[in-house]
């Protein structure tokens, strides 16, 4: 338990502006955006744009031109707003551009780059009480580990002594981790905005990886190892929490909700623990098997305060969405579904976030 | 202040072995260091190890072997214990292999490879109660931006509602951040362990970038910006924790201290505020004016509880250090001097750190 090997190794960082040595990407006014890199040396470098770049490339990194001095440059389309991965090839090689800033995706650190969104604002930092995202270590007993939580503590909680909170445990997507939440989702800005105008009532957000294998983890039929975060959530991470931080131990005090992949992970959480959870958020999610998760429809009716569902109308999944909020309906489940402009990007789950969050703790 | 591009970006990450598709460094009984990266269609590939690497390389990189499919491996010489940052250049350019974890050093984001030392272990993580690093955005007047101070809390903290804490300040060093401490310099194994065994009374340790620059700075004679860290943690940081931890507001409760260039800022700073800090630290530091800086001995001797300096005696400024030592005995000053076998490495810091923090707030 005492090697740094066996350490979910974290890396923090900051990058500012004081010390790029590379340009950032420039960000034009129409959302296009000119990558540069100096590398007089590669015989070719492209950039890998990631989310709906304007053209059609299939996917497929752009071609940068060399300019003088090795510079090499290339300007895309206009952007969708939000937030875009991107990655730079090296004579083939995927590199992260260590010079800019980072953040994990695409199961490794990537770069990223946003373009301003004139509809959507909620995530940006404001001058009003600011809360903060605590790193907690905890050794895990499935996976033989020591895991980081990240755990957002509102305005005041460091404060205001006599006051107990709600918890939402909120999961990031496939290839992702702890630190998307916070990182590229700003989940710090959004909910200090929110609270400030009493838009949503102050709670923690819990944000653990959602990956979790034991170290004997069985393979299954694609060679992959059984991910038991579904179970480590419920009796480690809670019971964590519980045990470290002033909240409401109870199940009207607990909602879970997650991302794409992280979504499926909070309907099978949720529906199958009722008596650990009143609130159930799925942003650009699902699971296959719903209607066997769904079960006995007034015990579910009756245990779940607020059943959400989300969905960017553009969003590959969104016909499955629209398919599994027919069943709930069908099945007699109340629940909500919000459907809204957008892909499967993180300007979604940013907004998703806002019109979620403030639905929870209500009663 | 609500735009995203004013806000000193963090980028936190979680690298784990689930998700790396290039291998990670092997770490050999020796201390040796088997480095592998995938680049077929590279012309050349180098890995430049930084610290003492056992081989005459002033400071160059390495060249890399192609092998077939395109893997390049290089075996260092045994590494001296303890952290070592490292880059790989792919022809000429210098990365960041973002399969692996990222470090904020060297003024950008490098790789690291951690060296197993049979002679120190304070900051492998330990079955001990835990606390927590925490991350908190505040807004700067100074440089008209948000940054993100990193502030330790020990165990119990959260709990623990009636008490209240004293305060280390703790700085980097050149090209590093407030990241750096806590990710590279373990502080949070440090502390829990040291709090765990009563080797330290329980503290808060502050760690914020020692960069601070006004947006209309003026320029030195080498063209550098005029730094106002010192001016910014005693005006905005300190008043900042004061008012949203329950810390103990007062000099008696107040250490700074810092590495290499924050050992220079922490002598700076606590021998011009000794109205503000009873407790200094200078890690492998030093500052050039340090007679003009100690003014009255006198009242510098009854005013600093502790002004404790350390130095490994390989350590380029070792001589400088003893120096320093010898100029403060000659003037009368009250101080410890605490030499040992070290280099200009964290492992130095780390070990400096677990001796100082036990002479903290003892009276």
């Not at 350490?7 to 960000?27: D, G, Q, R, Y």
């Not at 605590?134 to 509102?154: C, G, L, N």
């Not at 015990?299 to 969905?311: E, P, S, T, V, Y």
Request: hydrophobic share 35%.
């Amino acid at each position: 338990m005492n090697s740094l090997k066996t350490v979910c190794t974290f890396t923090c960082l900051i990058v500012s502006n004081l010390f790029l040595s590379a340009e950032a990407p420039k960000v034009h006014s129409d959302g296009s955006v000119t990558f540069e890199l100096i590398a007089p040396d590669a015989k070719s470098v492209q950039v890998d744009v990631k989310g709906r770049t304007g053209e059609e490339n299939d996917g497929k990194p752009f071609d940068m031109v060399r300019g003088k001095d090795g510079k090499w440059t290339y300007t895309s389309a206009p952007l969708d707003p939000g937030f875009h991965y991107y990655f730079h090839f090296i004579d083939g090689y995927r590199i992260a551009d260590s010079t800019n800033p980072l953040y994990f995706g695409w199961a490794r650190l990537a770069n990223g780059v946003e373009i301003p969104d004139p509809n959507l604002d909620c995530y940006l930092p404001r001058n009003v009480p600011r809360g903060e995202v605590s790193i907690r270590p905890y050794f895990s007993k499935i996976t033989q580990s020591w895991r980081d939580a990240y755990i957002y503590t509102p305005p005041g909680y460091q404060k205001n002594l006599k006051k107990s909170y709600p918890v939402l445990y909120l999961q990031h997507g496939s290839g992702e981790n702890q630190t998307s939440w916070s990182v590229q989702g700003y989940v710090g800005n959004i909910m200090d905005n929110m609270i400030a105008d009493k838009q949503c009532v102050p709670m923690l957000v819990v944000m653990d990886q959602g990956y979790a294998y034991r170290p004997d983890a069985k393979l299954d039929e694609n060679g992959r190892r059984e991910n038991n975060f579904e179970e480590l959530l419920v009796s480690e991470v809670i019971p964590m929490v519980e045990a470290n931080y002033r909240v409401n131990a109870n199940r009207k005090n607990r909602a879970v909700a997650g991302l794409s992949m992280g979504g499926g992970q909070a309907l099978r959480i949720a529906l199958t623990n009722l008596d650990t959870f009143s609130h159930l958020g799925c942003f650009s999610g699902g699971a296959r098997n719903l209607s066997e998760l769904v079960g006995d429809t007034k015990h579910l009716n009756r245990k779940l305060d607020l059943f959400w569902m989300a969905c960017g109308t553009e969003d590959g999944g969104y016909q499955r969405n629209v398919e599994a909020h027919e069943l709930l309906t069908a099945s007699g489940v109340k629940h909500e579904f919000y459907a809204h402009p957008g892909t499967h990007e993180w300007q979604s789950w940013r907004r998703q976030l806002s019109v979620f969050a403030p639905k929870l703790f209500r009663n």
